[in-house]
């Protein structure tokens, strides 16, 4: 292969480790397209086609339903979490079933939680479900760079994600949301009442991460740095040496023994 693209620095980091040439690896994040911004009477349809008052709080997962995804994490979290939240919160679960969503159901319905999580399904409306909700989540076990996450920013939610993958290149912790380890429903309680109790934190954060998006995740860049990438492949230039794709010195100077040799002339 001429070139080995990651999508996130922790993705580099692991094909590094795998034993893939430091010359050919690059790093060229994933974009989205900008969401039109939710009027607040668009955001009052979406929630009152979906029987949700004003005044719930509305937390929302995009996420197929998949073990590693961690929604059993994020429904004991909220178990966990419910006496603290306001009186009224809604989960919306958004996602293809690929098998637990009975397994996950059963659960929601031993912790008391069945009128609070809805299970969607697969859904063509997600800019929508996201201009409804208050608070976006994901909350894997393993990720490489999530889209959903910069969906939801990119919609103005402040966003709790786990520490896992690309997650925190995306998600800056106290200022487009809030990073928790994985596996952890006491840290990502916390989180959960954090935000479901601040108004004013979900707007600043929302507001950060739109503009964190238009800045670093765009459609446009991510289309501006495969151009330069074939543009330096053809001008016969390795990957770790173009511009716009050659972003990787945070990786090497951690680790000394990965560090590719610049070539003479």
């Not at 620095?9 to 974009?31: C, F, H, M, P, T």
């Not at 719930?56 to 998949?66: M, R």
């Not at 996201?130 to 969906?151: K, T």
Request: charged share 25%; glycine share 10%; with cysteine.
């Amino acid at each position: 292969m001429t070139a080995v693209l990651g999508n996130s620095l922790a993705v580099v980091r692991q094909l590094a480790e795998e034993g893939v040439s430091k010359d050919r690896l690059g790093l060229i994040y994933n974009g989205v397209l900008k969401s039109a911004d939710a009027t607040p009477i668009e955001r009052a349809v979406v929630r009152e086609r979906l029987g949700l008052s004003g005044e719930t709080i509305t937390l929302i997962i995009v996420a197929n339903l998949i073990p590693y995804k961690g929604h059993g994490d994020l429904i004991e979290a909220l178990a966990k979490a419910t006496r603290a939240m306001p009186r009224q919160w809604c989960l919306l679960v958004v996602g293809r079933n690929d098998g637990i969503q009975g397994q996950l159901q059963r659960r929601v319905d031993d912790l008391g939680l069945t009128k609070r999580v809805r299970f969607l399904g697969s859904r063509r409306d997600i800019p929508a479900l996201l201009a409804a909700a208050d608070i976006g989540l994901l909350v894997s076990h393993q990720e490489g760079f999530s889209n959903a996450i910069l969906e939801g920013m990119a919609a103005g939610l402040p966003m709790i994600v786990t520490d896992v993958g690309g997650n925190a290149e995306a998600v800056q912790d106290g200022k487009t949301g809030l990073v928790v380890p994985a596996r952890d429903p006491d840290r990502l309680a916390a989180a959960i009442v954090k935000l479901s109790n601040d108004p004013a934190a979900r707007a600043a954060f929302g507001r950060s991460g739109q503009h964190r998006v238009r800045d670093c995740f765009s459609f446009e860049a991510c289309i501006d740095r495969y151009e330069r990438l074939y543009h330096g492949l053809l001008r016969g230039e390795a990957p770790r040496w173009i511009e716009g794709v050659a972003i990787l010195e945070t990786i090497w100077s951690s680790s000394p023994t990965l560090a590719p040799q610049r070539p003479e002339g």
